[in-house]
């Protein structure tokens, strides 16, 4: 115990050796570590997953080169279901929509849902039926987004209804199709 106790004293004795200008200056470090690490965790997590999306696009495109290479029709055709989503993520897809619709404040009253298989083309169609009401403003995002996030996805109708021109809440009635891959 008095060995600990010496070697306390010995590192407070070096402590006081570094004046008030030492000291200050560790408290100056300590202080920027200290503020510093709540700004710079955030961004090494997101550098992160930067790069791992960026090492799965480096693979998509390895991928998709070796079938640029080959020209023939049926490779065109293999590329365009190699983009469509299986039909098993279906659900991921509609989770998809309902959380953009969330996200942009939107009240669904009933969605439709109908899939419809085709095995002459080995895709599936999933026609989305949904009644939206809000801002004219967060329909418009609320689709750009879902365009921009589901590629397979098209637009069949958009319509809009206002009871009165000057109500901020109007009524909208979008379907979707969202073609899928089949699943042998």
């Known amino acids: 115990m ?35 690490l709540p700004v710079l965790l955030p961004a090494i997590l997101h550098l992160q997953q930067l790069e791992q999306d960026f ?41 998809v929509i309902l959380n953009a619709a969330d996200a942009y404040s939107l009240q669904l009253d009933q969605v439709e849902y109908v899939l419809k298989r085709d095995s002459t083309l080995g895709l599936s169609r999933y026609l989305i039926t949904m009644p939206l009401r809000g801002r004219y403003t967060d329909i418009r995002y609320f689709v750009i987004e879902l365009m921009n996030r589901m590629p397979s996805a098209a ?30």
Do not use: C, M
């Not at 206002?162 to 073609?179: G, P, S, W």
């Open 2 to 36: 008095g060995e600990v106790v010496s070697g306390l004293k010995s590192q407070y004795k070096r402590f006081y050796q570094l004046g008030w200008q030492g000291i200050l200056g560790l408290a100056i470090l300590v202080g920027a570590i200290v503020l510093g």
């Open 55 to 95: 090492a799965q696009l480096q693979a998509a495109v390895k991928q998709h080169a070796t079938l640029a290479d080959d020209r023939s029709p049926q490779a065109a055709l293999n590329s365009f279901y190699e983009f469509l989503p299986p039909e098993k993520k279906a659900n991921q897809q509609i989770a």
């Open 155 to 184: 637009v069949n109708e958009l319509s809009f209804r206002r009871e009165d021109i000057k109500a901020e809440q109007i009524e909208a009635r979008l379907r979707l199709t969202v073609y899928l891959r089949r699943q042998p």
